[in-house]
Nanobody, 125 residues
Framework: QVQLVESGGGLVQAGGSLRLSCAAS????????MGWFRQAPGKEREFVAA????????WSADSVKGRFTISRDNAKNTVYLQMNNLKPEDTAVYYC??????????????????WGQGTQVTVSS
């Protein structure tokens, strides 16, 4: 069982930066694939980025490549999402997710079994 708690969301102007954090409970954090997803009002939840347990492999959506970076600190049971050059279209609730380290379809919502409660990110123009 893994419990996830996100933090770091807020209101920022376009072009600004935020860093989201997701703290996980348990002693086996390094064995989980971790992902970030987001959901804007009226839209489906969409993949943002993922990172394998060791931190050696990462994936990101085309819409955030070059702007967002996922990382993790297994000693702190925490995964991060550094978001730079934010755009109004990045406005959404951002969710942290955990799943098996052997996930192949990292961009699928259904690949992850554990979710946080979400943190709001609002980017003003």
């Amino acid at each position: 069982q893994v419990q996830l708690v996100e933090s770091g969301g807020g209101l920022v102007q376009a072009g600004g930066s935020l860093r989201l954090s997701c703290a996980a409970s348990g002693r086996t954090f390094s064995t989980y694939m971790m992902g970030w997803f987001r959901q804007a009002p009226g839209k489906e939840r969409e993949f943002v980025a993922a990172i394998r347990g060791s931190g050696g492999s990462t994936w990101s959506a085309d819409s955030v490549k070059g702007r967002f970076t996922i990382s993790r600190d297994n000693a702190k049971n925490t995964v991060y999402l550094q978001m730079n050059n934010l755009k109004p279209e990045d406005t959404a609730v951002y969710y942290c997710a955990a799943g098996s380290n052997t996930i192949v379809m990292v961009q699928r919502v259904t690949s992850y079994g554990y979710w946080g409660q979400g943190t709001q990110v609002t980017v003003s123009s």
